[in-house]
C-alpha cells in the first residue's frame, strides 16, 4: 500500500478517532506500508495532515487535549464526536485552469462521483435515459443522471428500529444529480440549473455537478440556489476534494413523479424496489440487503492508484497532488 493507504486501510480497523502514533504503530504492526525514512511517526502525522489540508472527504479530525483524532467520514454517525473539539479549516482552493483540453465524457464523470458521495454515505445510481419507454428529446428534462440515497443510522439499535417504525420516510433522504463537465457562460449555467430544477422535482435535494466552473458564475449560482433550492457540487479529479458549494434545501417526495419515472425507466424502478426492500428488512437480513443494494448501485474507487489509473484512461485532467500520489 501507499502511505495514503495503509492511514485509511488503518482508520478503517481501528473505526474510533486514533491519533497519528496509534495509526503507525497499526500500520507497523499489519506490515501495510513500507516506510523510506528513519521516522515513520513524522511521516504518518505528515500524511494524516494533508488529508485535512487539502480537504479529503474521507478523513476528518478532532481534538482532544491538544491532539488531534483522525477518524472516517462514513463512520461519523455511528461515533461520539460531539464530546470532542471539532476542527474546521479551509481545504486548499481547487486550481480550476487546466492545461489539458477536456476530452472525456460527461458519464466518465459518474465514477468520480459515486466515490466522493460513497464517503458521505450516499448510494448512487445512474439512470440511463436512452433506456426508457417514450424516448424522445425530453428525456432530457425528465430524468436525474444519477440518483442517491442517504440513511439516517442512529447510534442506538432501539431508537433507530423506533424510528423506522413510526415514521419510516425520515429514515431516509434521496437526491438527485445532473452532471455537466463545464459550466463557462451564464447561458450554460441556466440551462444546466433548470434541467437540475426539472429533473430533482421529485427528491428530497437536488444537485448540479460539474467539473469546471468559471469564478464569473459564483454570484449567479450563489442567486439561483437562494431562488430555487438545487445545491451546486464542484468535482475533483481526485473525488475526495470535491466541495459542495451551495448546499441544496430540503423538500419533501414527489410520489407521483417518482411513479412516472418507475414506469418508463426498469432501471429506476428497480432502484427504488431496492430501497423498499431495505427499508422493510428484518434486522436479521438488513445487512445482506444492504450489500445488495450496494452491488447494485455505481461502483466507486477503492483507492488512490484506481482514481489516478481511470483518469489517465479516461484524459480527465489531475491536479499536482493526485499526480503525487
Known amino acids: 500500500m501507499t502511505i495514503a493507504e495503509a492511514v485509511l486501510k488503518s482508520l478503517e480497523d481501528l473505526v474510533v478517532p486514533t491519533g497519528s ?23 504518518i502525522a505528515s500524511q494524516c495532515g494533508d488529508f485535512i ?59 468520480l462521483l459515486s466515490s466522493y458521495l460513497k464517503t458521505l454515505g450516499i448510494y448512487t445510481k445512474t439512470i440511463y435515459h436512452e433506456q426508457s419507454n417514450g424516448k424522445d428529446s425530453n428525456q432530457m428534462w425528465t430524468h436525474p443522471d444519477m440518483v442517491g440515497i442517504r ?17 419510516q420516510i425520515e429514515t431516509f433522504k434521496m437526491s438527485s444529480y445532473e452532471i455537466k463537465k463545464e459550466l463557462n457562460s451564464d447561458s450554460e449555467l441556466k440551462k444546466a440549473f433548470f434541467q437540475a430544477v426539472s429533473n430533482s422535482s421529485w427528491a428530497n435535494y437536488g444537485y448540479l455537478v460539474a467539473f469546471e466552473i468559471s469564478d464569473t458564475l459564483l454570484d449567479e449560482m450563489a442567486r439561483l440556489n437562494q431562488s ?36 418508463i425507466n426498469k432501471e429506476f424502478e428497480k ?29 466507486y474507487f477503492e483507492n488512490d492508484t484506481e482514481i489516478m489509473k481511470y483518469c489517465k484512461e479516461k484524459n480527465i485532467p489531475t491536479d499536482e497532488y493526485l499526480v503525487l500520489l
Open 21 to 43: 502514533t496509534e495509526i503507525t504503530n497499526h500500520i507497523l504492526t499489519n506490515k501495510y506500508a513500507k516506510f523510506v525514512g528513519a521516522t515513520p511517526p513524522r511521516t
Open 53 to 111: 489540508r487539502i480537504g479529503d472527504a474521507r478523513v476528518r479530525r478532532i481534538k482532544e487535549k491538544g491532539t488531534y483524532l483522525y477518524y472516517l467520514t462514513k463512520n461519523e454517525q455511528t461515533l461520539d464526536v460531539e464530546k470532542f473539539e471539532e476542527i474546521h479549516e479551509e481545504p486548499i482552493k481547487k486550481n480550476t485552469k487546466k492545461e489539458k483540453e477536456i476530452t472525456f465524457s460527461e458519464r466518465d464523470l459518474h465514477k
Open 151 to 167: 440513511f439516517l443510522k442512529l447510534q442506538n439499535k432501539t431508537s433507530q428500529n423506533f424510528l423506522k417504525a413510526i415514521n
Open 228 to 263: 430555487f433550492g438545487i445545491g451546486i457540487i464542484v468535482l475533483n479529479a481526485n473525488p475526495y476534494q470535491s466541495k459542495i458549494l451551495y448546499q441544496a434545501k430540503y423538500k419533501e417526495l414527489d410520489f407521483k413523479t417518482i411513479d412516472k419515472l418507475c414506469k
Open 271 to 299: 432502484f427504488i424496489e431496492q430501497v423498499e426492500q431495505l427499508m422493510t428488512a428484518e434486522e436479521r437480513l438488513s445487512e445482506y440487503v444492504e450489500k445488495a443494494l450496494d452491488e447494485f448501485c455505481d461502483g
